[in-house]
């Protein structure tokens, strides 16, 4: 069975300050996604990065960087330059190996609560 | 903006009652997922059509159905209503012809059953 922790319940960071938002999965499958989605509290839920077992190099997508320890099993989200908008929970997720015909559901961590300080 | 839309946004309703979440996925699309996201049990997996077929379930209680129709939109019937059923209602799709996969969310539809 696959698993996702997220052991920080709430983070604070100062305005323009980085964070890393930490997240452990577990899985016996060599092939699988990790992905990082941001709910604010307006609800929804939206999709910020992606990783894949496979990939050689950490994922970035503009002040979202993954850290990726495959040997530690950990894909931590690092955020740059945190913004005020950037106060929300932040929730890591796994996708199932992507066999073909296979379902590809994600299962998600517990979330972390992040607040931006002006 | 997602892409993907759901309807209601919200939705009050009483115990024993049914209702019918509705979700139009992404242009293009042919995967959707639902999800329950509650307070005790988090975000949970509950259902995922593929070009109207059924293709996997998670946590989908028996008083819970869903399906896909021909234009791919979908539904998600909730019946027997408990209290325990309060909670946002997400549905999400995906491409599913390789990549990454990710999937992408409507703004959610939170049921509040009293």
């Known amino acids: 069975a696959q698993k996702i922790t997220q052991t920080q319940p709430g983070m604070f960071v100062q305005e323009k300050e980085a964070v890393t938002l930490d997240c452990t999965y577990d899985t016996s499958d060599p092939s699988y996604g990790l992905f990082w989605y941001k709910q604010p509290s307006s609800g929804e839920m939206i999709f910020l990065i992606y990783?894949?077992?496979?990939?050689?190099q950490n994922a970035t997508e503009g002040r979202y960087s993954l850290n990726f320890q495959k040997a530690r099993k950990s894909a931590n989200l690092v955020i740059s330059a945190s913004q005020l908008g950037d106060s929300a929970m932040y929730f890591c997720a796994m996708r199932s190996p992507s066999q073909r015909g296979s379902a590809r559901q994600l299962t998600f961590g517990s979330g972390t609560q992040l607040t931006v300080l002006p | 903006d997602s892409g993907v839309t759901q309807t209601p946004k919200h939705l009050i309703t009483a115990t024993g009652q049914r209702v019918t979440l509705r979700c139009s996925p992404r242009?293009?699309?042919?995967?959707v997922y639902w999800y329950q996201q509650s307070l005790d049990q988090g975000l949970q997996f509950l259902i995922q059509?593929?070009?109207?077929?059924?293709?996997a379930k998670g946590n989908i209680l028996e008083r819970f159905s869903a399906q896909q129709f021909p234009d791919l939109h979908s539904e998600l019937n909730l019946s027997s209503l408990e209290l325990g059923d309060s909670a946002l209602y997400f549905c999400?799709?995906?491409?599913?012809?390789?990549?990454?996969?990710?999937?992408?969310f409507g703004p959610g539809t939170r049921l509040t059953v009293t």
């Open positions: 242009s293009g699309d042919l995967s």
């Open positions: 059509y593929y070009n109207g077929e059924e293709r």
């Open positions: 999400a799709s995906s491409v599913e012809a390789g990549g990454p996969g990710e999937q992408y």
């Open positions: 990783q894949g077992s496979y990939d050689q």
